[in-house]
């Protein structure tokens, strides 16, 4: 099979310098027939691969049913195939079974909640604002009821634990209620530490203030930011 680099060169030699099929593959070293066969062709056309035959084709839509109905491994999946006659490896199964493999979905529990039970507060971040002769970056704090789904929004330029305070006590004004619990990231105003397996240890002015309005608090897991999934929402 030749390319199109030499396609054209023979087409070329043939029509611009005239040379014969025999004198065109002499000169490229061809079978004078591929080249006989070329010059009679108008464009060039690859050839098309033809797949090869694979011990496992009998096999695949009853490989493709069984990961679909239980999760076997590529050994438990040849071990199948073994009692219905192959006589392939456990290569060529393995490879197989990792292209087919229906992908494996993280699961969720949804949450539900009562009214009143629980608030998700969250910082965001708009840009930049004059304050003076500065700018200063603009923030804005989010607490959404986890029932109701409604909202409370205020803008600050700051994220300090004064302003994350003073946001709370103004959204339960707003509300006119405190909720029982308060799910909130793990940032600094709220939780001093986050270790794998260990309790959050929680910053002692927002847990004092949690006890004086009485919520409980409730750090997300750390990268599980879908836990508050309502408060990303309303951020968004």
Not at 28 to 37: F, I, N, S, W
Not at 82 to 100: H, I, M, P, W
Request: hydrophobic share 40%.
């Amino acid at each position: 099979m030749i390319d199109y680099a030499c396609f054209c060169q023979i087409k070329h030699l043939h029509e611009q310098q005239g040379l014969s099929a025999a004198q065109i593959a002499a000169t490229l070293a061809l079978d004078p027939r591929t080249v006989a066969y070329w010059l009679t062709q108008e464009r060039f056309r690859p050839r098309k691969a033809t797949p090869r035959a694979s011990l496992l084709d009998p096999f695949k839509a009853q490989i493709v049913r069984m990961l679909e109905k239980y999760p076997y491994s590529a050994a438990q999946v040849l071990q199948h195939l073994r009692e219905q006659g192959f006589a392939g490896g456990y290569s060529l199964v393995k490879a197989y079974v990792r292209t087919v493999r229906p992908t494996r979905q993280a699961a969720f529990l949804t949450l539900a909640f009562a009214p009143g039970e629980c608030a998700q507060v969250d910082w965001g971040s708009f840009g930049a604002v004059n304050v003076g002769q500065t700018s200063r970056r603009l923030s804005f704090f989010v607490m959404v009821l986890c029932y109701s789904r409604m909202m409370y929004v205020e803008f600050t330029v700051s994220q300090t634990l004064e302003h994350f305070l003073a946001c709370h006590h103004n959204a339960f004004e707003y509300f006119g209620a405190v909720p029982h619990t308060v799910m909130v990231d793990n940032l600094k105003s709220a939780v001093l530490r986050r270790a794998l397996g260990d309790a959050p240890v929680l910053h002692p002015t927002y847990a004092d203030f949690a006890a004086h309005y009485g919520f409980r608090i409730v750090p997300c897991t750390v990268g599980k930011g879908h836990e508050k999934g309502r408060g990303e929402n309303g951020v968004g």
